[in-house]
């Protein structure tokens, strides 16, 4: 063990050494500083052996005072899969068996010390002779490293490490995007580091953020980039390598590794599943800006499909739910704007890419859908009608306004056809010639008999599937607060009574409470983005495994509050409660 005098003295000897100075500086802790900047600044053949001698005696002294966390207990770690970690910490701590440096293209590391880059940083804590064995590797080589060329394999130094595998990424111009060429570059930097790491019997691998910070990749392209290539690479090399950890700098980069790995447990729950309920509030049924049709919440796509509209000081369609009630239009006027708009919800627009991936995910499951959506979405998309309960109604049919008979429900696309030709103005109901307007749930006088069957068989579906305690996951997408009786509240209780065989996939942007999984269940995720995400989702599930793994929401757990108002919270109270 080396005594405090032996360390003074190696540290002091390296010191004039290494910076040509005969006066150290006047602490410890500034020399120590001193001698780590000019170890930095060093050529590699300036490191003589006896330098090395004297720092190895150096780094051996501070090795008690410094944590060694192993490989195998992460701790605070986020797991992808089983083999794959997200880890935010001193990766010059790690017990492991190679750990992975964003190095420059001479190979022989980072010479500026006010650099805080992450080839700095390991070099410093390995000691010189990291340096000396990368010159001579680099000799060996015959050429430098470029993007996503082969890496270099040395020993650890001094770090816990055994393995320390140097590879460059892509630097890509400041205020630039990424080529397809050095997306490819990155991604060939993972593979390499993993064939390079199983060639030399190293069983597990920590990454650090390769081609981010100074190199400008941008972080959450190359996560996604990262989470792919290694996925693949373990799926097609079964065995060689036991655990891949990706050890990420900051807050930003965590986050955007965190979101592949709540991506991919929602990926393998769903995989896992023997039932899939789909859940869809007003949040799934929109369209990407391009196409001008988010005319509930985008003034400039109302514009866009209803001038007239907007003229009349209507923003959006979610302002015109109160147009029945606006004396200023007449009654001609409103059917005129109600039959182009309900006619593109229901019939003329054509559902968003995230349906056609809900249906990949539940192709060969057991499935049903229940949606406050009106626009058909689900049935246009190719799911059996049998198999979905749209309880606030559907715009393919109309009522009459007093619901003079409990039959007064009629098809809709043909008078609104009618009325978008101009061939007639205001349609009136068949058996009491009253006006009419669509099955939409919107009072006491809102006529549920299209949907009454939907209803039982919601009830039916779900029973069994819980009496029989299969698997069963909740996809819930863009649910919110609006009507939440109809659809978030009877999803979360599902869930919870299914216990240990239920799991909760939310999918909404909202802040706070609304985007949140729900808090108390066994297995809940958010993924807090709109409906473009399922798209990743089912992507997601070609390389995910199946999996049942328990993972709380740690989201507020509003149960009890609301069952105060509500008085119950239960499923079928909500579901019965809708006829």
Same mark, same amino acid.
């Given at each position: 063990m080396t005594s405090l005098n032996q360390y003074n003295k190696a540290l002091y000897a390296a010191l004039s050494i290494v910076s040509h100075v005969s006066k150290p500086a006047p602490t410890i802790p500034a020399c120590r500083a001193a001698l780590g900047d000019a170890l930095i600044a060093a050529p590699a053949d300036t490191l003589t052996p006896t330098l090395c001698s004297l720092v190895d005696t150096v780094l051996e002294a501070e090795k008690a005072s410094k944590p060694v966390v192993s490989a195998t207990a992460l701790p605070g770690a986020t797991f992808i899969q089983p083999d794959?970690?997200?880890?935010?910490?001193?990766?010059?701590?790690?017990?492991?068996?190679?750990? &992975?440096?964003?190095? %420059?293209?001479?190979?022989?590391?980072?010479?500026?010390?006010?650099?805080?880059c992450i080839d700095? $940083?390991?070099?410093?804590?390995?000691?010189?002779?990291? =340096?000396?064995?990368?010159?001579?590797?680099?000799?060996?080589?015959?050429?430098?490293?470029?993007?996503?060329?082969?890496p270099l394999l040395t020993? /650890?130094?001094?770090? +816990?490490?055994?393995? #320390?595998?140097? &590879?460059?990424?892509?630097?890509? +111009?400041?205020?630039?995007?990424?080529?397809?060429?050095?997306?490819?570059?990155? =991604?060939?930097?993972?593979?390499?580091?993993?064939?390079?790491?199983?060639?030399?019997?190293?069983?597990? $691998?920590?990454? !650090?953020?390769?081609?981010?910070g100074l190199f400008n990749? +941008?972080?959450?392209?190359?996560a996604a980039i990262a989470v792919a290539a290694v996925q693949e690479w373990l799926k097609s090399n079964p065995g060689k390598i036991d655990l891949v950890v990706f050890d990420v700098f900051t807050q930003h980069d965590l986050a955007a590794y965190e979101s592949h790995a709540t991506l991919n447990t929602a990926a393998s729950w769903i995989k896992a599943a023997d039932a899939v309920l789909l859940v869809a509030g007003a949040g799934m049924s929109? *369209?990407?800006?391009?196409?001008? @049709?988010? $005319? *509930?919440?985008?003034?400039?796509?109302? @514009?866009?499909q209803y001038p007239d509209m907007a003229k009349r000081g209507y923003k959006t369609a979610y302002e015109t739910m109160g147009l029945m009630g606006d004396e200023r239009v007449s009654e001609e006027v409103k059917w005129g704007y109600w039959a182009r708009h309900y006619a593109n919800l229901r019939f003329l627009w054509e559902p968003n890419d /995230? *349906?056609?991936a809900l249906k990949k995910m539940v192709e060969g499951k057991e499935h049903f859908v229940l949606t406050s959506n009106v626009d058909g979405c689900f049935e246009r998309a190719g799911f059996d009608r049998a198999k979905v309960y749209t309880p606030q109604g559907d715009c393919r049919f109309m009522q009459c306004i007093r619901a003079c008979r409990p039959d007064a429900v009629f098809e809709a696309e043909d008078e609104l056809t009618r009325i978008r030709k101009g061939e007639g103005s !205001?349609?009136? !109901?068949?058996?009491?010639?009253?006006?009419?307007?669509? %099955?939409? @749930?919107?009072?006491?006088?809102?006529?549920?008999?299209?949907?009454?069957? /939907?209803?039982?068989?919601?009830?039916?579906?779900v029973a069994?599937?819980?009496?029989?305690?299969?698997?069963? #996951?909740?996809?819930? #997408?863009?649910?919110?607060? %609006?009507? +939440?009786? #109809?659809?978030?509240?009877?999803?979360?209780?599902? &869930?919870?009574?299914?216990?240990? %065989?239920?799991?909760?996939?939310? &999918?909404?942007?909202?802040q706070g409470l609304e985007g949140e999984a729900p808090g108390g269940l066994q297995r809940a995720v958010s993924l807090k983005e709109g409906w473009q995400v399922l798209d990743k989702i089912e992507e997601a599930m070609g390389g995910a495994g199946e999996g049942w793994r328990e993972k709380s929401g740690g989201g507020e757990d509003i149960t009890q509050s609301f069952m105060n108002h509500f008085g119950h919270w239960s499923w079928k109270v909500f579901i019965r409660n809708l006829k």
């Open positions: 794959m970690a997200i880890w935010r910490g001193d990766i010059t701590s790690l017990k492991i068996d190679a750990i &992975v440096n964003a190095a %420059n293209d001479a190979g022989l590391g980072c010479f500026q010390p006010s650099h805080r700095n $940083v390991i070099h410093r804590a390995a000691g010189p002779r990291l =340096r000396c064995e990368c010159k001579a590797e680099m000799k060996l080589r015959g050429h430098p490293l470029s993007a996503g060329s082969a020993a /650890g130094g001094a770090l +816990p490490c055994k393995k #320390v595998i140097h &590879v460059t990424g892509p630097c890509i +111009p400041h205020g630039s995007l990424p080529t397809a060429e050095q997306t490819n570059q990155l =991604r060939n930097c993972y593979t390499g580091v993993l064939a390079a790491a199983a060639a030399a019997n190293c069983r597990s $691998v920590a990454f !650090c953020c390769i081609g981010t990749f +941008p972080s959450d392209q190359a929109g *369209y990407p800006e391009a196409t001008l @049709r988010n $005319v *509930y919440v985008d003034p400039a796509s109302f @514009r866009t /995230g *349906y056609k !205001c349609p009136a !109901c068949k058996h009491c010639g009253g006006r009419m307007f669509m %099955n939409l @749930r919107a009072g006491s006088t809102f006529l549920h008999k299209e949907y009454d069957s /939907g209803n039982a068989a919601f009830e039916a579906w069994n599937v819980l009496t029989t305690k299969q698997k069963l #996951v909740v996809i819930e #997408v863009g649910s919110g607060f %609006n009507t +939440p009786t #109809v659809t978030r509240f009877p999803a979360e209780a599902i &869930v919870r009574d299914a216990g240990e %065989n239920g799991a909760f996939i939310r &999918v909404n942007p909202g």
